[in-house]
């Protein structure tokens, strides 16, 4: 199993797609471990952002994730990383597939309503980041027996 690190920008809290977006995770099977509502500290938004400083548009990412609450989960499965990425398909909305998150609800490059982590690496870096020791839920998923088959949880 792994466990993979999901925030709602503030164009999707603010366009009223919680819901919509959440239940598509709830749907294909996953299971949330981690789940809040918060402002992000521009220190927490710059350390998540690394990677990007020096690009043109570092400032604007950074103004644009600061400047209203995100909606933050913790999302665990099997190749959890990797089937959320495909959920929320490409970075701009206009090139996004239909079927993904931002190919059925955005217009955007910037402005592209969710995060998730890009490999397993990515995904334990930024756990720590959003999340304090303890914070994440341990649940026991009986469910899974009907998710997975037997081969796909060895
Ligand atoms: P994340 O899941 O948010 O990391 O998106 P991603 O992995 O699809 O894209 P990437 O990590 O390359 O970029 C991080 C974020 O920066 C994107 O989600 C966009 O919000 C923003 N971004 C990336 N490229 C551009 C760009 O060319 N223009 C603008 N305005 N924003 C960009
Ligand atoms: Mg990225």
Same mark, same amino acid.
């Given at each position: 199993m792994e466990t993979t690190l999901i925030f709602l920008k503030p164009d999707a809290v603010q366009r +009223?797609? /919680?819901?919509? /977006? @959440?239940?598509?995770?709830?749907?294909?099977?996953?299971? &949330? @471990? +981690? !789940?809040?509502? !918060?402002n992000v500290p521009k220190d927490l938004a710059e350390k998540h952002y690394a990677e990007h400083q020096g690009?043109?548009?570092?400032? +604007?990412?950074?103004? &644009?994730?600061?400047?209203?609450?995100? &909606?933050? !989960?913790?999302?665990? +499965?099997?190749?959890?990383?990797? @089937?959320?990425?495909?959920l929320i398909g490409a970075t701009n909305g206009q090139k996004a597939d239909p079927g993904t998150i931002r190919g059925d609800f955005g217009m955007s490059g910037g402005y592209n309503m969710i995060h998730g982590s890009d490999s397993l690496e990515s995904a334990e870096r930024e756990l720590a980041l959003w999340f304090d020791d303890g914070e994440l839920a341990t649940i026991d998923k009986t469910l899974d027996?009907?998710?997975?088959?037997p081969s796909d949880l060895k």
């Open positions: +009223g797609l /919680i819901g919509s /977006i @959440v239940g598509r995770f709830e749907a294909k099977g996953l299971t &949330f @471990v +981690g !789940m809040k509502l !918060m690009k043109p548009f570092y400032d +604007g990412l950074i103004a &644009f994730v600061t400047s209203s609450p995100v &909606f933050v !989960m913790a999302i665990r +499965g099997v190749n959890a990383v990797a @089937v959320c990425r495909t027996q009907w998710v997975y088959d």
